[in-house]
């Protein structure tokens, strides 16, 4: 039984799986804002030095700093602007790179919070990352930190990151975090390669005690395009696993907004199991997710739902040189913090304005009657057709509505 319609704004009642998963009276969280006036997050990529060579990175990191990068000043002004919002102001992650690289990062995060910002930090996990300068961060008001972790051990998780003993000195980080009072979100990259590691990677994730498990779905894009992603099946099995198990974690699916397609589908389901049987994937995802967790199960709770955000919609991304993107993954830039405000970027630059029309992209994601609510991932879109508007392929659903 269901209330909601397709936006997943209104009440769901649900039933089956979903009922004894704990599953959500709302299937998609949507914004009390309008996020065409002010985005619901900011990512600034203070710097793209970096200590690791992982075999994803975005940034194609390098190890020293660029000398244009935003200077303390111009970070300050550029964190006066996304305060100039005003409130509920967006939350500001700072991530690289690795933020640890700048010096000046207690005093930028000291200034953001001053500001009434909500302050997150993504660092990378190096010898840089160390108690006395998280305590000064927390102290200057830092509220969340994020980890990556991307294999279940030391072996594939080190291995993606290209360096070794980072799997262990992530464990001891994300104790640290969490003793030190932040917020704790894990990143995990899924690709073909570790897909059937990520049982083992809740099971750690869990043990963590993290508030957000971030699973972010391959954009072929940077030192990603070496690797490969899941194809549109493969992601469609996962993303009901995650669904699956939301009722023990917080999930957020990064790169895949049709998460909250199947959230709302499932919501809608008299009986998830049946509308939506597991193939092969998601049947061995589940089964080494009951092996691992029996016994010993935490606490299932109301689920989190998705929220309703995408490139350029609710989210922005500014460069270590002030060049704005619609998303970390989407490299079109639409301004120049050095040369606009940051908020006249985000409110009136001609792309940012078309990724909030999701009903006009092409293919199946214009037709689509979740579009509203999805939109798909404009970085894989842009990535795979070099269209940001294009369908996005990395979603095999086929819309009912005609257009
Ligand atoms: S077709 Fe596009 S809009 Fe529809 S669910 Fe898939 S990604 Fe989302």
């Given at each position: 039984m269901t209330t909601s319609d397709r936006s997943g704004r209104s009440t769901a009642t649900a039933t089956g799986t979903e009922r004894s998963l704990g599953a959500r009276a709302r299937p998609v969280r949507a914004l009390h804002h309008d996020v065409s006036e002010r985005p619901f997050i900011v990512i600034w990529e203070v710097t793209r030095a970096c200590q690791l060579v992982c075999a994803h990175c975005r940034a194609d990191a390098i190890r020293d700093r660029n000398p244009l990068e935003l200077d303390t000043r111009e970070g300050k002004l550029l964190l006066d602007d996304i305060a100039s919002f005003g409130a509920p102001r967006p939350l500001v992650v700072l991530t690289g790179g690795d933020p640890f690289e700048r010096p000046d990062l207690v005093d930028l995060v000291a200034h953001g919070s001053g500001q009434g910002l909500s302050m997150a930090l993504a660092p990378s996990v190096t010898p840089r990352l160390t108690r006395p300068v998280l305590s000064e961060l927390r102290e200057a008001g830092a509220k969340a930190v994020s980890l990556s972790l991307d294999g279940a051990s030391a072996a594939t998780h080190d291995a993606f990151r290209g360096v070794g003993g980072v799997f262990d000195a992530t464990v001891d980080a994300a104790r640290t975090v969490r003793e030190l009072g932040f917020?704790?979100?894990?990143?995990?990259?899924?690709?073909?390669?570790?897909?059937?590691?990520?049982?083992?990677?809740?099971?750690?994730?869990?043990?963590f005690g993290v508030a957000l498990w971030?699973?972010?779905?391959?954009?072929?894009?940077?030192?990603?395009?070496a690797l490969e992603p899941l194809d549109a099946a493969e992601e469609e099995e996962v993303l009901h696993w995650l669904h699956d198990v939301s009722g023990l974690i917080a999930i957020k699916a990064t790169e895949a907004p049709h998460y909250r397609r199947i959230a709302i589908q499932r919501a809608e389901a008299a009986v998830v199991d049946d509308a939506f049987p597991a193939g092969g994937l998601r049947t061995a995802l589940q089964r080494e997710t009951a092996r691992l967790l029996s016994g010993h199960e935490p606490t299932r709770r109301s689920a989190r739902p998705p929220i309703d955000v995408n490139a350029g919609r609710g989210f922005a991304f500014i460069d270590h040189m002030g060049t704005v993107y619609p998303s970390g993954f989407l490299p079109v830039a639409v301004g120049s913090v050095r040369e606009q405000r940051f908020a006249q970027i985000y409110r009136d630059a001609p792309l940012m304005r078309a990724l909030?029309?999701?009903?006009?992209?092409g293919g199946r994601c214009?037709?689509?009657?979740?579009?509203?609510?999805?939109?798909?991932s404009r970085s894989y879109a842009y990535a795979v057709t070099g269209d940001p508007l294009a369908e996005d392929p990395s979603c095999g659903y086929q819309p009912v509505r005609r257009g």
């Open positions: 917020r704790l979100q894990v990143n995990t990259t899924v690709t073909r390669g570790n897909v059937r590691e990520l049982p083992r990677i809740l099971a750690t994730v869990l043990e971030s699973v972010f779905f391959l954009v072929p894009t940077g030192r990603g395009s909030r029309t999701p009903t006009a992209f214009g037709r689509c009657e979740f579009a509203p609510v999805c939109g798909g």
